[in-house]
């Protein structure tokens, strides 16, 4: 059974920072492409950086050079990076590991970016 759990939200003040975890058990890690995503309130999850499992990332482009994705496969961990907070980046933020044809996803963890 594979399992994320996704650690690191809070309040922060617009042009704070904080970093996000996703702790990965129950599979190879090393073989999952990985990926952040959030939803805002009343608004459609959306993809907000990816990561392969060779270590490619793609951003999207509201957050491009602001955030930053990254693995660690030897503590099954991905990461986010996020620099230059927004009012706009408020939001409950998913993990998710793709293997093939099988997703699995985070619980969550809110991100709340305000004065």
């Known amino acids: 059974q594979v399992q994320l759990v996704e650690s690191g939200g809070g309040l922060v003040q617009p042009g704070g920072s904080l970093r996000l975890s996703c702790l990965v058990s129950?599979?190879?890690?090393?073989?999952?492409?990985m990926g952040w995503y959030r939803q805002a309130p009343g608004k459609q999850r959306e993809l907000v950086a990816a990561?392969?499992?060779?270590?490619?990332?793609n951003y999207a482009d509201s957050v491009k050079a602001r955030f930053t994705i990254s693995r660690d496969n030897a503590k099954n961990t991905v990461y986010l990076q996020m620099n230059s907070l927004k009012p706009d980046d408020t939001a409950v933020y998913y993990c998710?590991?793709?293997?093939?044809?099988?997703?699995?996803w985070g619980q969550g963890t809110q991100v709340t970016v305000s004065s």
């Open positions: 990561i392969t499992s060779g270590g490619s990332a």
């Open positions: 129950g599979g190879i890690f090393g073989f999952f492409a």
């Open positions: 998710k590991a793709n293997a093939l044809h099988d997703d699995y």
